[in-house]
């Protein structure tokens, strides 16, 4: 048995023969040309029948991985009309005088050079799409037919790296897993295969080479691994995983679609926690209500640059747009504390979880915070956005952030951009002062989330990363659960809804409580939605003088 790890783009457990990905091999002549214009129409018709072929593929997308995930075809379009794409193509055709297939490779080499440069791990990605318009020109310049790729039963494909086409085009009811040895989870082919509910493993390296051809292995996407020719123990243990996540997946299927709904026919909100673009398949397969708190700065995590404009606003309005009109609740940075990145800069300090963090940086950079507003303003007019600030300790900080929030929208306007303009601005509840204002706060804002991680490290005066934490704070400390209730009737009084966005929010001995408290939303890691789903749908809150005495019990009124 061979065993070579990867990451995992999306789990499950799949079994077949390895077909190792063939491309045709494509040779490249170098010459100097007499008629360079011949060269050139030979590009315009290539041009012409790549993009013919795109829409084709586009639409074969769109019914196999939906409209947003096929809109990289569509892309690949805007890629060839490109304006300065095209102007090198036509100077090494028409000023260098070179055939024209040597020309597309050149600018693709060209372009590819500038995109690995970039900081941006998503800009650096785009260099695959633009190897696959230039392969696709060439193809077409040369007069060749596309790669035909024919599979023999259920197949592991196994390659150095996937382009998005040829991932598309290849028999889904044949394909049982991808392993690639590059790649990355956020690359298009990891998009589709996710999408695709495919497991997929990226970034195998070295190992997976084409000697394993037609061999008999097993994926398991959720550890990442590829068991070539598995012995019989492995087999069983992987039998056994797939029982258990069956067992799994019976649960969530029973709850999918239905209402979240207690006994008395309380409708109840919960929702997704997520960090990344990458964790909204996860969410999506959990049921979710939608995005109760994405926690953006993770974002700005082990790189070396802060990310564009473009490179946020895609992000934001991906997760937008494939939670297709649900809520979806962004935090504003809130970098600091544990959350560092070196580019930021900031000062050492003896005490970051209690410094210069979240909302005070955004106050303060301003430049940093309104490239962020920007891309949520613009990311709003492709889904229902609500925008979350962090750290809250004073209205005035609130009442700042909302005038910056209006000098962008300002921005927006000159330059013609759209935006929503119902989005809803929050405040995290997550430290005493906030609760201790939340009359107050209620009064500006339009809802509340209560972090209950950092409410608790600054109402009970321990480091949430402290090892002892779990030993000197007694659980579900009283003093937390009192705010949770000063802050579900402050922000009541004022016709305002309160979630809860913190971990405790999924301890499924506090769901009672929460809800005769009248918090309106929970939202969770993504495993954690469908069992915090079945308590709610096993709570009756149709009594009153119940729900009085436990709250009384529970708070200690
Ligand atoms: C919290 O503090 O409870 C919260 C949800 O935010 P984070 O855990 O990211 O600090
Ligand atoms: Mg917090």
């Given at each position: 048995?061979?065993?070579?790890?990867?990451?995992?783009?999306f789990?499950?457990?799949?079994?077949?023969?390895?077909?190792?990905?063939?491309r045709?091999?494509?040779?490249?002549?170098?010459?100097?040309?007499v008629?360079?214009?011949?060269e050139?129409?030979?590009?315009?018709?290539?041009?012409s029948?790549?993009?013919?072929?795109l829409?084709?593929l586009?639409?074969?997308?769109?019914?196999?991985?939906?409209?947003?995930?096929?809109?990289?075809?569509?892309?690949?379009?805007?890629?060839?009309?490109?304006?300065?794409?095209?102007?090198?193509?036509?100077?090494?055709?028409?000023?260098?005088?070179?055939?024209?297939?040597?020309?597309?490779?050149?600018?693709?080499?060209?372009?590819?050079?500038i995109?690995?440069?970039?900081?941006?791990?998503?800009?650096?990605?785009?260099?695959?799409?633009?190897?696959?318009i230039?392969?696709?020109?060439?193809r077409?310049?040369?007069?060749?037919?596309?790669?035909?790729?024919?599979?023999?039963?259920?197949?592991?494909?196994?390659a150095?790296?996937?382009m998005?086409?040829e991932?598309?085009?290849?028999?889904?009811?044949?394909?049982?897993?991808?392993?690639?040895s590059?790649?990355?989870?956020?690359?298009?082919?990891?998009?589709?295969?996710?999408t695709?509910?495919?497991?997929?493993?990226v970034?195998?390296?070295?190992?997976?080479?084409?000697?394993f051809e037609g061999?008999?292995?097993?994926?398991?996407?959720?550890?990442?691994?590829?068991?070539?020719?598995?012995?019989?123990?492995t087999?069983?243990?992987?039998?056994h995983?797939?029982?258990?996540?069956g067992?799994?997946?019976e649960?969530l299927r029973r709850?999918?679609?239905?209402?979240?709904?207690?006994?008395?026919?309380?409708?109840?909100?919960?929702?997704?926690?997520?960090?990344?673009?990458?964790?909204?398949?996860?969410?999506?397969?959990?049921?979710?209500?939608g995005?109760?708190?994405?926690?953006?700065?993770?974002?700005?995590?082990?790189?070396?640059?802060?990310?564009?404009?473009?490179?946020?606003?895609?992000?934001?309005?991906?997760?937008?747009?494939?939670?297709?009109?649900?809520?979806?609740v962004i935090r504003?940075?809130?970098?600091g504390?544990?959350?560092?990145?070196?580019?930021f800069d900031?000062?050492?300090?003896?005490?970051?979880?209690?410094?210069?963090?979240?909302?005070?940086?955004?106050?303060?950079r301003?430049?940093?915070?309104?490239?962020?507003?920007?891309a949520?303003?613009?990311?709003s007019?492709?889904?229902n956005?609500?925008v979350?600030?962090?750290?809250?300790i004073?209205?005035?900080?609130i009442?700042?952030?909302?005038?910056i929030?209006?000098?962008?929208?300002?921005?927006?306007?000159?330059?013609?951009?759209?935006?929503?303009?119902n989005v809803?601005i929050?405040?995290?509840?997550?430290?005493?002062?906030s609760?201790?204002?939340?009359?107050?706060?209620?009064?500006?804002?339009?809802?509340?989330?209560?972090?209950?991680?950092?409410?608790?490290?600054?109402?009970?005066?321990?480091d949430?990363?402290?090892?002892?934490?779990?030993?000197?704070?007694p659980?579900?400390?009283?003093?937390?659960?009192?705010?949770?209730?000063?802050?579900?009737?402050?922000a009541?009084?004022?016709?305002?809804?309160?979630?809860?966005c913190?971990?405790?929010?999924?301890?499924?001995s506090?769901?009672e409580?929460?809800?005769?408290?009248?918090?309106?939303?929970?939202?969770v890691a993504?495993?954690?939605?469908?069992?915090?789903?079945?308590?709610?749908?096993?709570?009756?809150?149709?009594?009153?003088?119940?729900?009085?005495?436990?709250?009384?019990?529970?708070?200690?009124?």
């Amino acid at each position: 048995m061979i065993t070579i790890t990867g990451r995992s783009v999306f789990g499950g457990i799949a079994r077949g023969r390895i077909s190792y990905y063939h491309r045709d091999e494509v040779i490249i002549n170098k010459l100097k040309v007499v008629d360079p214009e011949r060269e050139w129409d030979k590009y315009l018709l290539a041009k012409s029948e790549s993009i013919e072929e795109l829409k084709c593929l586009q639409t074969q997308a769109t019914e196999d991985i939906g409209k947003n995930d096929a809109q990289i075809f569509y892309i690949h379009q805007v890629i060839l009309n490109d304006s300065q794409f095209e102007r090198l193509i036509y100077d090494y055709i028409m000023t260098k005088r070179y055939n024209a297939d040597y020309a597309v490779a050149r600018t693709a080499q060209a372009f590819g050079r500038i995109l690995t440069k970039m900081d941006s791990e998503y800009i650096k990605e785009r260099q695959a799409d633009v190897n696959d318009i230039s392969d696709r020109l060439i193809r077409h310049i040369q007069n060749r037919s596309g790669n035909t790729f024919e599979l023999d039963g259920m197949s592991i494909i196994c390659a150095d790296d996937l382009m998005p086409s040829e991932t598309v085009t290849l028999d889904k009811s044949k394909v049982a897993a991808f392993c690639t040895s590059g790649g990355s989870t956020t690359s298009h082919t990891a998009i589709i295969a996710r999408t695709m509910n495919i497991p997929a493993l990226v970034g195998m390296g070295a190992p997976l080479t084409e000697e394993f051809e037609g061999r008999f292995a097993i994926v398991d996407g959720y550890s990442g691994t590829l068991y070539i020719e598995p012995d019989e123990k492995t087999v069983k243990m992987l039998e056994h995983k797939e029982d258990e996540e069956g067992r799994k997946q019976e649960l969530l299927r029973r709850l999918k679609g239905r209402k979240n709904i207690t006994r008395d026919g309380r409708e109840f909100a919960v929702y997704a926690n997520i960090g990344s673009l990458s964790d909204v398949p996860s969410a999506i397969e959990n049921d979710c209500g939608g995005v109760g708190l994405f926690r953006s700065e993770f974002m700005y995590l082990q790189r070396e640059d802060f990310p564009d404009e473009e490179e946020l606003f895609y992000n934001y309005r991906r997760v937008l747009e494939d939670m297709k009109g649900k809520r979806v609740v962004i935090r504003t940075l809130d970098i600091g504390a544990d959350k560092n990145a070196e580019y930021f800069d900031l000062d050492k300090e003896l005490n970051p979880a209690m410094g210069f963090r979240a909302v005070r940086i955004c106050l303060e950079r301003q430049d940093i915070f309104k490239t962020q507003l920007r891309a949520l303003y613009r990311a709003s007019a492709y889904g229902n956005l609500a925008v979350l600030i962090p750290m809250i300790i004073d209205v005035d900080e609130i009442r700042r952030v909302k005038e910056i929030i209006e000098d962008v929208k300002l921005e927006l306007i000159e330059e013609g951009k759209s935006f929503a303009e119902n989005v809803e601005i929050g405040a995290m509840i997550e430290t005493p002062a906030s609760v201790m204002l939340s009359d107050l706060l209620a009064k500006e804002v339009d809802f509340f989330s209560i972090g209950t991680n950092d409410l608790e490290q600054f109402t009970l005066a321990i480091d949430r990363q402290n090892p002892h934490y779990e030993s000197v704070v007694p659980q579900n400390h009283l003093a937390v659960l009192r705010m949770i209730k000063i802050v579900c009737d402050n922000a009541h009084s004022c016709g305002k809804k309160v979630s809860i966005c913190g971990e405790l929010g999924a301890d499924l001995s506090l769901t009672e409580i929460f809800l005769d408290m009248h918090v309106d939303a929970l939202s969770v890691a993504p495993p954690q939605i469908l069992p915090v789903r079945k308590t709610i749908r096993s709570l009756n809150l149709s009594d009153r003088r119940q729900i009085y005495n436990n709250i009384q019990q529970a708070l200690k009124l």
